[in-house]
C-alpha cells in the first residue's frame, strides 16, 4: 500500500507538471500560431472574405449643430446652438482587390462604401427633419477667395475674356488680373485699399446672390437629407461673372461639390463618399509577421503624404505626412497592456496613435481599451515638435503668433481644399479661446472622446469608434455686405461617430471560435496542475500518515 502510495503521489506530480506545461507553453504557443494563421489574408481563406466584405455594418452616427439666432449672429452676436440628433447610418464596406504581391504579403484594393439610413436607430429624428446650419459651401468660398485670389482671377481670366469685355468696369478687372496673374497673395496681402482689387470685391459682393441663391445670412434653412448626402443646390441658372464664378467652383475639383443634372451645383457633407471609392489601399496581409497585418503600406501608390509641411532638407518627411497604422476596421493581434497602437483616417489626412487605458469585458469577451491622447489635437507646435501641422493658411482667425491654431483645433484647410477646422465633439479639451465664444456646447468626455474596444489575442474590435467634429471660423471679410457684422468665432457645423458594436451573432460566432476554446484549455490547464498537486499531496499525506502508524503484533 505504501508503495502505491508513492507511486500515485509521483504520477500526480507528473500530472501538475503536464498541467503546467499545457498552460504555460504548450496552449500559448498553439493558440499563438492558430491566431496567426487565421488573421493572415491568403486569397480564399475565411479571412479574406471577412477582409472583403465586413461581417457586419459600421455605425455611422451624425449629430447636427442648429442654429437657434442666425439673425442676430448677423449683427455680431455670438452663436447659440442645439445639437440635434444623432441620425444614424449602417455604413457598408466592401473591398475590390486589384491584385497581391508577388510574395503574398500585401494587397492592393479600392473601397467602395455605401450609407443606408437606420430609421429605427435615429427615431424620433428623420431625414426630413428642418434644420438651419452653417452655410459650409458659401463660407469656404469666401475664405478661399480671400486667401487664394490668384487662382480665382486666373479662373476668370480664361474663363470670362470674350463675356468680360462686355461687362461694365472690366478693364479694370483685366489689368488686375494681369498685375497679380502668378503671385500667391491673399486678399489682404495685396491691401484692403487697392482700387482694382475694391471693385472686384464689389463685383464679388453684388455677384453672391446669383451664386447661391440671395442668402440672407451664412446659414443655410435645409433638411438632414440634403445637407448630409443629397446637396444643398446652389448655382441655378446663373448669368455672367456669377456663371463664371459657379465654373471655378466646379473645377476646383471640391469632393463634397457636384455638378446636378440640369447644370446647379449641390453641396453635401457626404454624398461623394456614398458609393464608389477613388483611394488605392495597399497593406500587409499578415505574411511573413502577423503583427503588422492590415497595416496600410502605401495610398495612392505613395509611402507618405504630401499634405502638411515637410522638413525643410529635401527629401525629408515629417511626422505629419507619415502613414501609419490600420484603417481601423481591425486591428494587429497580440496587443499587450501599456502599448499604443495607431489607426489611420483618410477623412483627417493623418496618423493617430490610441494608447491602452485599462481592461474591460464586452459581453463576456475580454478586452483592452485605447483612447487618443494629448498629441492629437491638444499638444500641436513647435514645443511639442509636430509644427507641421500647424499650416497656417487662415487669414484674421483666432490663432496664436506663431501661426499654429490654439490647443484641440486642427486646420484641415490643406487636406480637404477647404477651411475646415477640427475638434472634438462639443469643443472638448479645447482652448478656452474657441469655447468662449459659442453658446449650447455641452462637452462630455464619456460621450465626445474617441475609443475603442479590442480583443487582446486577435485584435478584433469590440465596440467604440473615432469621434470628430468640423468646424469653420465665420469671420467679417472686407467689403463683402453678409459678413460686415460678424463676430469671429469658430463656428461647429456637424460630429459624427464612426464605429462599431459587436453585434450578437458576431458574439455567438466569436465566444465559439475562441473564447470557448480558450475557456476548456484554461480548465485543462487549471485541472491537470490542481488535479495532479492535489493527488500528489494526498498520496503523500497517506503515506506519511502510514509510515506514523505503530506496527500491529502478530496474532500467535
Given at each position: 500500500?505504501?508503495?502505491?502510495s508513492l507511486i500515485?503521489?509521483?504520477?500526480g506530480v507528473?500530472?501538475a507538471?503536464?498541467?503546467?506545461?499545457?498552460?504555460?507553453?504548450?496552449?500559448?504557443?498553439?493558440?499563438?500560431?492558430k491566431?496567426?494563421?487565421?488573421?493572415?489574408?491568403?486569397?480564399?481563406s475565411?479571412?479574406?472574405?471577412?477582409?472583403?466584405?465586413l461581417?457586419?455594418?459600421?455605425n455611422?452616427k451624425?449629430?447636427?449643430?442648429?442654429?437657434?439666432?442666425p439673425?442676430?449672429?448677423?449683427?455680431?452676436?455670438i452663436?447659440?446652438?442645439?445639437?440635434?440628433?444623432?441620425?444614424?447610418?449602417?455604413?457598408?464596406?466592401?473591398?475590390?482587390?486589384?491584385?497581391?504581391s508577388?510574395?503574398?504579403?500585401?494587397?492592393?484594393?479600392?473601397?467602395?462604401?455605401?450609407?443606408?439610413?437606420?430609421?429605427?436607430?435615429?427615431?424620433?429624428?428623420?431625414?426630413?427633419?428642418?434644420?438651419?446650419?452653417?452655410?459650409?459651401?458659401?463660407n469656404?468660398?469666401?475664405?478661399?477667395f480671400?486667401?487664394?485670389?490668384?487662382?480665382?482671377?486666373?479662373?476668370f481670366?480664361n474663363?470670362?475674356?470674350?463675356?468680360?469685355n462686355?461687362?461694365?468696369g472690366?478693364r479694370v478687372?483685366?489689368?488686375?488680373?494681369e498685375?497679380?496673374?502668378?503671385?500667391?497673395?491673399?486678399?489682404?496681402?495685396?491691401g484692403?485699399?487697392?482700387p482694382?482689387?475694391?471693385?472686384?470685391?464689389?463685383?464679388?459682393?453684388?455677384?453672391?446672390?446669383?451664386v447661391?441663391?440671395?442668402?440672407?445670412?451664412?446659414?443655410?434653412?435645409?433638411?438632414?437629407?440634403?445637407?448630409l448626402f443629397?446637396?444643398v443646390?446652389?448655382?441655378?441658372?446663373?448669368?455672367?461673372?456669377?456663371?463664371?464664378?459657379?465654373?471655378?467652383?466646379?473645377?476646383?475639383?471640391?469632393?463634397?461639390?457636384?455638378?446636378q443634372?440640369?447644370?446647379?451645383?449641390?453641396?453635401?457633407?457626404?454624398g461623394?463618399?456614398?458609393?464608389?471609392?477613388?483611394?488605392?489601399y495597399?497593406v500587409?496581409?499578415?505574411?511573413?509577421?502577423?503583427?503588422?497585418?492590415?497595416?496600410?503600406?502605401?495610398?495612392?501608390d505613395?509611402?507618405?503624404?504630401?499634405?502638411?509641411?515637410?522638413?525643410s532638407?529635401?527629401?525629408?518627411?515629417s511626422v505629419?505626412?507619415?502613414?501609419?497604422?490600420?484603417?481601423?476596421?481591425?486591428?494587429?493581434?497580440?496587443?499587450?497592456?501599456?502599448?499604443?497602437?495607431y489607426?489611420?483616417?483618410?477623412?483627417?489626412?493623418r496618423?493617430?496613435?490610441?494608447?491602452?487605458?485599462?481592461?474591460?469585458?464586452?459581453?463576456?469577451i475580454?478586452g483592452?481599451?485605447?483612447?487618443?491622447?494629448?498629441?492629437?489635437?491638444?499638444?500641436?507646435g513647435?514645443?511639442?515638435?509636430?509644427?507641421?501641422f500647424?499650416?497656417?493658411?487662415?487669414?484674421?482667425?483666432?490663432?496664436?503668433?506663431?501661426g499654429?491654431l490654439?490647443?484641440g483645433?486642427?486646420?484641415?484647410?490643406?487636406?480637404?481644399?477647404?477651411?475646415?477646422?477640427?475638434t472634438?465633439?462639443?469643443m472638448?479639451?479645447?482652448?478656452?479661446e474657441?469655447?468662449k465664444?459659442?453658446r449650447?456646447?455641452?462637452?462630455?468626455?464619456?460621450?465626445?472622446?474617441?475609443?475603442?474596444?479590442?480583443?487582446?489575442?486577435t485584435?478584433?474590435p469590440?465596440?467604440?469608434?473615432?469621434?470628430v467634429?468640423?468646424?469653420?471660423?465665420?469671420k467679417?471679410?472686407?467689403r463683402?455686405?453678409?459678413?460686415?457684422?460678424?463676430?469671429?468665432?469658430?463656428?461647429p457645423?456637424?460630429?459624427v461617430?464612426?464605429?462599431?458594436q459587436?453585434?450578437?451573432?458576431?458574439?455567438?460566432f466569436?465566444?465559439?471560435?475562441?473564447?470557448?476554446?480558450?475557456?476548456?484549455l484554461?480548465?485543462?490547464?487549471?485541472a491537470?496542475?490542481?488535479?495532479?498537486?492535489?493527488?500528489a499531496?494526498?498520496?503523500?499525506?497517506?503515506?506519511?500518515?502510514?509510515?506514523?502508524?505503530?506496527e500491529?503484533?502478530?496474532?500467535?
Amino acid at each position: 500500500m505504501l508503495h502505491w502510495s508513492l507511486i500515485v503521489s509521483a504520477l500526480g506530480v507528473i500530472i501538475a507538471g503536464l498541467g503546467g506545461y499545457c498552460g504555460w507553453s504548450l496552449f500559448p504557443t498553439m493558440i499563438h500560431k492558430k491566431v496567426e494563421q487565421s488573421v493572415i489574408i491568403s486569397d480564399g481563406s475565411e479571412q479574406y472574405k471577412r477582409f472583403v466584405n465586413l461581417p457586419q455594418p459600421l455605425n455611422f452616427k451624425v449629430y447636427i449643430f442648429n442654429v437657434t439666432n442666425p439673425e442676430m449672429i448677423q449683427h455680431g452676436a455670438i452663436p447659440i446652438v442645439e445639437e440635434i440628433g444623432p441620425y444614424v447610418y449602417k455604413q457598408y464596406r466592401q473591398k475590390k482587390v486589384k491584385h497581391f504581391s508577388r510574395d503574398g504579403s500585401k494587397i492592393t484594393y479600392v473601397q467602395n462604401v455605401h450609407f443606408d439610413f437606420d430609421e429605427d436607430a435615429s427615431a424620433p429624428y428623420t431625414q426630413s427633419d428642418h434644420i438651419v446650419a452653417l452655410n459650409m459651401h458659401m463660407n469656404a468660398f469666401l475664405q478661399v477667395f480671400e486667401r487664394e485670389i490668384t487662382d480665382i482671377l486666373q479662373g476668370f481670366a480664361n474663363r470670362l475674356n470674350s463675356r468680360l469685355n462686355r461687362t461694365p468696369g472690366v478693364r479694370v478687372l483685366k489689368r488686375l488680373m494681369e498685375r497679380i496673374r502668378g503671385k500667391r497673395k491673399s486678399v489682404l496681402q495685396i491691401g484692403e485699399n487697392d482700387p482694382g482689387l475694391a471693385l472686384l470685391l464689389v463685383h464679388l459682393n453684388a455677384n453672391l446672390k446669383a451664386v447661391f441663391n440671395d442668402p440672407r445670412s451664412m446659414f443655410v434653412h435645409t433638411s438632414v437629407r440634403e445637407y448630409l448626402f443629397d446637396g444643398v443646390r446652389f448655382c441655378i441658372n446663373p448669368q455672367g461673372i456669377a456663371k463664371a464664378i459657379c465654373n471655378q467652383i466646379k473645377d476646383s475639383g471640391s469632393k463634397t461639390i457636384r455638378e446636378q443634372s440640369d447644370g446647379s451645383l449641390a453641396f453635401s457633407f457626404f454624398g461623394h463618399k456614398n458609393g464608389s471609392g477613388h483611394e488605392v489601399y495597399e497593406v500587409h496581409t499578415g505574411k511573413g509577421d502577423a503583427m503588422k497585418v492590415l497595416e496600410i503600406q502605401k495610398l495612392d501608390d505613395s509611402h507618405n503624404l504630401q499634405v502638411w509641411l515637410n522638413g525643410s532638407n529635401e527629401g525629408e518627411t515629417s511626422v505629419c505626412n507619415q502613414i501609419n497604422g490600420t484603417d481601423a476596421s481591425s486591428y494587429p493581434p497580440f496587443r499587450q497592456r501599456g502599448d499604443s497602437m495607431y489607426i489611420f483616417s483618410a477623412d483627417i489626412c493623418r496618423s493617430v496613435q490610441l494608447f491602452y487605458q485599462s481592461d474591460i469585458q464586452y459581453q463576456g469577451i475580454p478586452g483592452f481599451r485605447y483612447s487618443i491622447g494629448e498629441n492629437f489635437i491638444n499638444d500641436i507646435g513647435p514645443e511639442h515638435d509636430n509644427e507641421c501641422f500647424c499650416v497656417d493658411k487662415l487669414a484674421n482667425v483666432i490663432k496664436r503668433k506663431n501661426g499654429c491654431l490654439y490647443a484641440g483645433a486642427l486646420d484641415l484647410t490643406t487636406c480637404l481644399d477647404a477651411p475646415v477646422i477640427l475638434t472634438l465633439p462639443h469643443m472638448l479639451g479645447a482652448s478656452n479661446e474657441y469655447r468662449k465664444m459659442i453658446r449650447g456646447l455641452k462637452p462630455d468626455a464619456k460621450k465626445h472622446q474617441t475609443f475603442v474596444d479590442v480583443q487582446s489575442l486577435t485584435g478584433t474590435p469590440l465596440q467604440g469608434g473615432k469621434r470628430v467634429q468640423f468646424n469653420m471660423f465665420l469671420k467679417s471679410i472686407n467689403r463683402i455686405t453678409i459678413t460686415e457684422n460678424l463676430t469671429t468665432v469658430l463656428m461647429p457645423a456637424i460630429w459624427v461617430e464612426e464605429g462599431i458594436q459587436l453585434n450578437g451573432e458576431m458574439v455567438k460566432f466569436f465566444k465559439k471560435k475562441l473564447i470557448n476554446t480558450l475557456k476548456t484549455l484554461d480548465i485543462v490547464h487549471w485541472a491537470g496542475l490542481c488535479g495532479g498537486l492535489g493527488v500528489a499531496a494526498m498520496s503523500l499525506i497517506y503515506y506519511i500518515y502510514q509510515r506514523g502508524r505503530p506496527e500491529e503484533a502478530p496474532v500467535k
